[in-house]
């Protein structure tokens, strides 16, 4: 009996093991059940958490790494329980006993893995949010055009691409070839299909280009993180720390050469973090040095791509019997290059006579470039075609002096004209500067329809492609066979050089560029007897020219040395008797500037921003200066010598902003200008202005003016002006200042008073586009009718009514010509104006049909937008946007239901009152439809249709408010 215990003992120990290794066999069928029920179950927790992920990352927010982890769990557990259902069904739970066991024990598996990832859910605040707050766009969109076409080369490059990036074992996706075969755009593709995905947390894209700048990288990915350095801490660390905890997916765009990821502080990209780096270059060993996993090469385009592509660049031409064949062995020359035939086919559009096609092949087969790095032949010989075919001389010089830019440079035009057509002359060729500038934006059109430049950021800035930098690099270098006096140029620009170039480098030069470097100090003394433009400016740590440095420089025309360190000038400036253009802009270190009034031949001067505390002695003998710019020259001591100025006989364009003493009675003076027509100038006060006839007659003149009162612009406002009028702080407006505005485009009223009614001061506004008012305490209605004239308004577009406390009418009385008035107002926005109780009569609203944005807040009386019932037909039948918001008192739009037939969107916000909807056109809300506002507003709207309340709910959004 002392031995039955320890006999029991031992008995249960092996006794649990060896019944639950028998219920892997017995309880096969029981545990399949349960394991079916517990996955579905699981499965529909993971669909629930997915929606609520899906609903967050639209407004913002990005999935917890928590959460991805628990739903890769939860997949890699659905795919093994597949897996199991597929083995029982193959043996169809057969009795042969050791396949029953072990599809049993991996049943029993299975169901302890899914206890497990529901016992997660359970863990307090993990799942409480399922994602947080992102303030950066997982995906920022670019503009592309790719080639379509289903079975195009473009396609299934394309498809390939997004095929590595859906791979585990491809991190590093390298795409090769050659400039301009269409790698960026093809990434562009790719990035932008990532946003109908959320395969990443974040795609981040970086334009490297030749100058790799590892600290410029790290800064760029920290901006699309929202990240901010720290002077002495180590970006790399923290930049590590970020990324590890996200999946992203990062473009390095135009790579020449390969760098560490690990100094940058990125992560490699691994299965685990299932992170991606695309990589677009023109250079195989990069990929190879770059540990690319997988290397995709970008092929030209097939014969029939590049002949459609071809001929849709050409037009209509290539159809006649005569030309076909040899456009056939033209586009055959351009050797399936996207950029090159684009350029080739663009420089052909129109050309009827087969003469000039068989000339285009015997060029193209025939202009072989020297020797280029790579595959250049490929390139440059269509290219340089593009450039030969040009219309003149002075297209070519044009495509070619953008090249004097360091590379991604996005070109101000402005700046050409500055620059180059001074230097060709064209400002002797027109009656003014605005003509000059006219006939540059021409040229710039020109070429930009040859595709040899792009458009930057608007219409006033070009962009080269680094392709075609290089091909006008090669042209004008001094090795080149294209290269003639005057054409050779020494591009440096952005290099990083620390000293400058060999003196015997710059002996043959035409124009020669150093911008954007690292130099010091200049202690050579060149000998340059061709040179017309030199570039030193943005080299932000040079302090000193030799005395000597212009000594043989006699045709130098154009001298930009803005944003450097320097103190002074050499003595031998006054040597340079035919410089038409000396820019001094951003050179805060200078005090002195000996000597100027040796430069006869000077034109423009620019001290924008200098530390001169007086003006260069010698400025009143410039009698050819035509655009002076002596703006936010903080130092200039106040007696400045305004009748030299204005006694120029030249000037046509003068800047005078962030100047301090300067008044009214000065600005009158200005009068005296009878060339000028371009004028921007800041006045302290409006002390002594006097508008006499012959000022009108001057002012009227301007072709450009910006005047600005007592408001304080900072370096950053320095846009060229159209007709803009800012007046801030005015508590009694002079008279004849309603004889200023009346030629005004744009006008600003800031923080003033004095005035009940803005009819006074705006009677004769008929050129007014913009309408802008602010803080104006005193004004109760903008505009009487019966005060202005019958003009007056026809051309207002934009409408500013901001911070208006006893405004009770923005409009009053009937107008005398009402078919004129507002008839091209388009936007209307009024905040805080507290005591306005409607906006509109309902006889203005048949005025404002071109009105397509409405936004009124902050307006704590208005009941009504429209007061009145009776609305002429068709009211706002342009009206696309309304916005409401913290119109506490608002009741109703309008006292009629009001049919708006263009409203694609309506967002409304704090106004409880509100309690009807107008109308909207169904078929506009079914395609492009948005009504936001608050939950609790919109399930108190009255509906007087139950169509228009089905139509308007598949719309409404919660407003994120």
Not at 425 to 431: A, K, L, R, S
Not at 563 to 572: F, M, R
Not at 707 to 713: A, F, G, I, N
Not at 912 to 925: A, G
Request: proline share 3%; charged share 25%; net charge neutral.
């Amino acid at each position: 009996m002392d031995l039955l215990g320890p006999i029991v003992e031992i008995i249960l120990f092996f006794w649990a093991p060896i019944s639950r290794h028998i219920g892997y066999f017995k309880d096969l069928n029981n545990n399949v059940e349960t394991l079916k029920r517990k996955t579905e179950k699981l499965k529909r927790k993971h669909d629930d958490i997915q929606a609520e992920v899906d609903n967050a990352i639209p407004v913002g927010k990005r999935q917890k790494a928590l959460v991805e982890n628990w739903f890769t769990e939860v997949r890699n557990t659905e795919n093994e329980v597949d897996s199991i259902r597929l083995e029982l069904e193959r043996r169809r739970i057969c009795t042969y006993h050791w396949s029953r066991y072990t599809l049993g024990k991996r049943v029993v598996e299975k169901l302890e893995d899914i206890k497990k990832l529901n016992k997660k859910l359970k863990v307090k605040g993990v799942f409480h949010e399922v994602a947080e707050s992102s303030r950066h766009p997982r995906v920022l969109e670019k503009q592309t055009s790719l080639p379509r076409g289903q079975q195009s080369t473009s396609e299934r490059t394309l498809e390939e691409i997004w095929q590595c990036l859906n791979e585990e074992r491809s991190g590093i996706i390298g795409i090769c070839g050659m400039g301009g075969i269409g790698k960026t755009t093809l990434m562009k593709e790719i990035n932008n299909r990532c946003t109908k995905t959320r395969d990443f947390d974040v795609v981040i894209w970086i334009t490297v280009s030749k100058d790799l700048n590892l600290g410029l990288i790290q800064e760029e990915i920290g901006n699309r993180l929202g990240m901010k350095f720290d002077g002495n801490e180590d970006k790399g660390d923290k930049l590590f720390t970020r990324l590890k905890n996200l999946r992203y997916l990062l473009i390095l765009d135009d790579l020449w050469e390969s760098f560490s990821l690990v100094k940058v502080g990125i992560p490699k990209p691994d299965k685990q973090n299932r992170c991606k780096i695309a990589i677009t270059t023109r250079s195989i060993e990069v990929c190879n040095k770059m540990g690319a996993d997988k290397q995709i090469r970008v092929k030209t385009l097939t014969c029939e791509e590049a002949r459609n592509l071809f001929y849709e660049r050409c037009g209509d031409v290539v159809l006649s019997s005569e030309i076909r064949p040899v456009a056939e062995k033209v586009v055959e020359q351009c050797s399936g290059l996207p950029l090159a035939i684009k350029t080739v086919g663009q420089a052909m559009y129109g050309k009827d006579k087969k003469e000039l096609w068989e000339h285009a092949l015997w060029a193209l087969k025939r202009s072989l470039p020297d020797e280029v790095p790579g595959m250049e032949p490929e390139v440059f010989l269509p290219l340089k075609f593009s450039y030969d075919c040009l219309e003149n001389e002075e297209s070519k010089l044009c495509f070619l002096y953008c090249s004097l830019f360091p590379e991604d440079y996005v070109i101000n035009i402005d700046k050409l004209v500055r620059y180059w057509a001074m230097e060709e002359g064209f400002i002797e060729n027109v009656n003014n500067l605005e003509e000059a500038s006219n006939k540059v934006y021409k040229i710039l059109e020109r070429i930009k329809d040859a595709c040899l430049l792009e458009q930057g950021w608007n219409y006033r800035y070009v962009k080269m492609h680094d392709l075609l930098r290089d091909l006008a690099i090669w042209i004008t270098s001094p090795s080149s066979s294209s290269s003639s006096k005057g054409l050779k140029f020494l591009a440096k620009a952005g290099e990083g050089l620390v000293q400058p170039p060999e003196e015997k480098l710059w002996r043959e030069m035409g124009r020669i560029s150093l911008m954007r470097n690292k130099i010091e100090h200049l202690r050579i003394t060149p000998d340059c007897p061709n040179l017309v433009s030199l570039f030193l400016n943005d080299n932000n740590q040079l302090r000193t020219i030799h005395s000597g440095f212009f000594e043989f420089m006699p045709n130098l025309q154009i001298l930009d040395l803005s944003n450097t360190c320097i103190e002074s000038l050499p003595a031998s400036l006054s040597l340079l008797t035919n410089l038409r253009a000396l820019i001094l802009s951003g050179c805060r270190h200078l005090v002195e500037v000996s000597q100027l009034g040796k430069l006869e031949e000077l034109q423009l001067l620019d001290l924008s921003g200098s530390g001169l505390k007086s003006l260069p002695q010698g400025i009143a003998s410039l009698v050819k200066l035509r655009w002076l710019d002596l703006s936010f020259m903080r130092d200039l001591i106040p007696n400045i010598p305004w009748d030299m100025i204005f006694g120029l006989p030249s000037l046509e364009d003068l800047r005078m902003t962030g100047l301090k003493h300067v008044d009214g009675a000065t600005f009158s003076k200005a009068a005296t200008m009878t060339r000028l027509t371009s004028l921007r100038i800041q006045l302290s006060n409006l002390n002594g202005f006097i508008a006499d006839d012959m000022f009108h007659r001057w002012f009227s003149g301007l072709r450009r003016f910006h005047v600005c009162v007592d408001y304080q612009e900072s370096d950053a406002s320095r846009g060229d002006p159209y007709r803009d009028i800012i007046i801030s702080g005015c508590d009694n407006f002079p008279c004849g200042i309603e004889g200023l505005i009346k030629y005004a485009t744009t006008l600003w009223l800031i923080n003033c008073k004095g005035l009940t009614s803005l009819s006074q001061i705006l009677g004769d506004s008929k050129n007014l586009i913009i309408l802008d008012v602010l803080q104006f305490s005193g004004v109760e209605c903008i505009i009487d009718w019966r005060e202005v004239g019958d003009d007056a308004f026809q051309c207002l577009e934009r409408l500013y009514l901001r911070g208006l406390p006893n405004l009770e009418k923005v409009f009053d009385g009937v107008a005398s010509q009402p078919n004129t008035r507002l008839q091209n107002v388009r936007t209307i926005q009024l905040n805080d104006c507290h005591k306005l109780r409607c906006l509109f009569s309902s006889n203005m609203v048949e005025y404002l049909h071109q009105l397509q944005e409405l936004f009124v807040w902050d307006c704590s009386e208005m009941e009504e937008i429209i007061e009145g019932d009776m609305l002429p037909h068709n009211s706002f039948p342009r009206l696309c946007f309304l916005s409401l918001g913290g119109l506490s008192k608002l009741v109703s739009i309008c006292g009629q239901r009001l049919t708006f037939k263009s409203l694609e969107e309506m967002r409304v916000s704090s106004c409880p009152k509100l309690k009807k909807l107008p109308l909207f056109s169904s078929s506009i809300l079914e395609i492009k439809g948005k009504i936001q506002g608050e939950r609790e507003w919109w399930e108190g709207l009255e509906w007087e249709d139950e169509n228009a309340k089905s139509l308007c709910s598949r719309i409404y959004e919660v407003s994120s408010s």
